[in-house]
Nanobody, 125 residues
Framework: QVQLVESGGGLVQTGGSLRLSCAAS????????MGWFRQAPGKEREFVAV????????VYSDSVKGRFTISRDNAKNTVYLQMNSLKPEDTAVYYC??????????????????WGQGTQVTVSS
């Protein structure tokens, strides 16, 4: 089993920044492709970003490209999401997720086996 715990969410004004962290325990972190997803009220969970096992490759959704940066520190078993130039439409619960079954950098939530409990990000206008 793996446990994922997100932190770093909060309330920020438009144009502000936040850095989310996701701490993993219970398995070899470097074996997992790690993703960030978000879900706004009344909407489906959507892909935000994903990073390969050793951080060499990343993929972003078009809506966050150029504003968000995903990174990981395998020595600390932690993945990060640096969010800059935040907009009200970024408001959502943000989840990190782990995928060990494939090295593909998937955008599909169903491909991830483990999920954190989520952290709320609210961007005020």
């Amino acid at each position: 089993q793996v446990q994922l715990v997100e932190s770093g969410g909060g309330l920020v004004q438009t144009g502000g920044s936040l850095r989310l962290s996701c701490a993993a325990s219970g398995r070899t972190f470097s074996s997992d492709v790690m993703g960030w997803f978000r879900q706004a009220p009344g909407k489906e969970r959507e892909f935000v970003a994903v990073i390969s096992r050793y951080g060499v490759s990343t993929v972003y959704s078009d809506s966050v490209k150029g504003r968000f940066t995903i990174s990981r520190d395998n020595a600390k078993n932690t993945v990060y999401l640096q969010m800059n130039s935040l907009k009200p439409e970024d408001t959502a619960v943000y989840y990190c997720a782990a995928n060990r079954d494939s090295t593909l950098l998937s955008r599909i939530p169903g491909r991830y086996e483990y999920w954190g409990q989520g952290t709320q990000v609210t961007v005020s206008s």
